[in-house]
């Protein structure tokens, strides 16, 4: 991490969890920040429940410092759209942070770059901070494509009027995500300054430099500090790990 961003080190607990597991979960993160003692700290701790704990959450983490954030919205404000959620109800729970076009939902919902920059634009019309995931898959990579796709992705997705406050990137290569498979420090960084170099083209050399870019793939207790020690790796986005508070709270020790 560069100096003047703020590591940002954010929980996605997917599709896991029922209220009482999800409110122990909290309690137990927010239980860690609370004992470190939150003003000194170089990041900012998340977590993403699923839309059914996200009331519960927020209770539990009420007053502790630990953001609230949700795992996707949809493009409209309101209307007819059964079973979805939209962003200005996500802020009315108390979220400040939604992630977008994570692989998951590309892959099982069909969604594409145009897709997820006008969630992300209803995210931040919303006043939320959107986190916009972007990477490639195992095939492009072997086709070295990484670059190729991390750009045009990049470029697709991100949401006009993105700033620092607004909008975060997420590189997560897909084939390292629940396969305990990680990008390597470098690997990481090689896509970090591509984007980097993207955002700077896109927003600015002020601004491109300000937005934080995690980095998201198996990430764990034992790679996070390295991952983290790349010039252009700002947090990490981290799933399998944030189920468990203490192995969520030692990747947060990897910014230390
Ligand atoms: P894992 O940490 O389980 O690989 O998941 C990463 C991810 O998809 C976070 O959004």
């Known amino acids: 991490m560069a ?11 997917k599709m896991n ?13 927010a239980k860690h920040l609370k004992a470190a003692g939150k003003d000194d700290l170089p ?24 953001k609230l954030g949700a795992q996707d919205c949809h493009a409209a404000e309101k209307g007819a759209h059964t079973g979805d959620i939209s962003a200005p109800m996500l802020k009315d729970l108390g979220c400040e942070f939604v992630i977008v076009g994570h692989s998951e939902r590309r892959t099982n919902h ?20 959107a986190i916009v995931c972007v990477g490639e898959t195992l095939e492009q990579r072997d086709k070295r494509q990484t670059l190729a796709v991390n750009r ?3 470029k697709g997705s991100l949401p006009k009027g993105a700033n620092a406050r607004n909008t975060v990137v997420a590189y997560e290569p897909v084939w390292a995500i629940g396969t ?15 984007i980097r170099a993207e955002l700077v083209k896109a927003l600015g050399e002020k601004a491109g430099q300000a937005v934080r870019i995690l980095y998201g793939g198996s990430m764990n207790p034992k790679n996070a500090k390295e991952l983290m020690a790349q010039p252009d790796v700002d947090g990490g986005l981290i799933g399998g790990a944030s189920l468990k508070a203490d192995d969520f709270w030692a990747v947060a020790q990897g910014c230390l």
Do not use: M
Not at 180 to 194: I, K, M, N, S
């Open 3 to 13: 100096k003047g961003r703020r590591y940002l080190i954010a929980g996605n607990w």
């Open 17 to 29: 969890g029922f209220k009482k597991d999800g409110k122990e979960l909290a309690k137990a993160v």
């Open 43 to 66: 990041f900012d701790l998340l977590v993403c429940p699923p839309f059914t704990l996200i009331r519960g959450v927020g209770k539990a983490i009420k007053g502790s410092g630990v």
């Open 110 to 129: 069909g969604e594409k770059d145009a897709d997820v920059k006008a969630k992300a634009e209803a995210a931040i019309a919303a006043g939320l901070t």
């Open 152 to 154: 045009r992705q990049v």
């Open 180 to 194: 305990g498979r990680t990008a390597t420090p470098e690997q990481a960084q090689e896509v970090h300054a591509l």
